[in-house]
């Protein structure tokens, strides 16, 4: 019971603020874990993440995002394309999970959603922050970015999964 609370408290909405962060990476691990077999959608609408075609299209989705995230021309994730995207693949996250879980799914794509557009800001201003007035280099603080998102995507799944 414990598990099941913390899954929509905390585990959806982490997953949609990490789409808020990287739009890909979040619903690459959803698709893995969904893969092996971790996660209860094999008879619901969410059966095609379970594929492994699935799998790896998002995986190598995701990988372009983590590249394209460190050129200069890609624009803010505040942006108008992006932030859409970001709330589109959070609300499909929280969704997901939501029906893993047997839950509603206009509640979790709800919480994915409204996280997504949360993470996407305060990950956007917390970026400028440290780059602007701690001067440390946006590189580096992109690849903390992507680690941060990939090894709480896994954690988040892991609860969801549990």
Not at 9 to 16: N, R, T
Not at 55 to 71: C, N, R, W, Y
Not at 122 to 138: E, I, K, M, N
Not at 144 to 157: K, P, R
């Amino acid at each position: 019971m414990a598990l099941a609370v913390m899954a929509w408290v905390v585990a959806i909405p982490l997953l949609g603020g990490l789409t808020g962060l990287r739009t890909m990476t979040p619903m690459a691990v959803l698709c893995w874990f969904s893969y092996e077999g971790e996660m209860e959608i094999h008879r619901s609408w969410a059966f095609w993440t379970a594929k492994l075609a699935t799998a790896i299209v998002f995986t190598v989705l995701a990988a372009g995002e983590l590249i394209g995230d460190k050129l200069p021309q890609t624009p803010n994730r505040t942006s108008p394309f992006p932030l859409i995207a970001r709330t589109c693949f959070g609300g499909l996250v929280g969704a997901i999970a939501a029906t893993s879980l047997h839950g509603a799914v206009i509640e979790g794509i709800l919480l994915g959603s409204i996280s997504a557009i949360a993470g996407a800001f305060c990950g956007f201003h917390l970026r400028q922050y440290l780059v602007q007035s701690r001067a440390l280099p946006d590189f580096a603080v992109a690849v903390w970015e992507d680690i941060l998102t990939i090894g709480l995507s896994i954690l988040a799944m892991g609860i969801v999964t549990a």
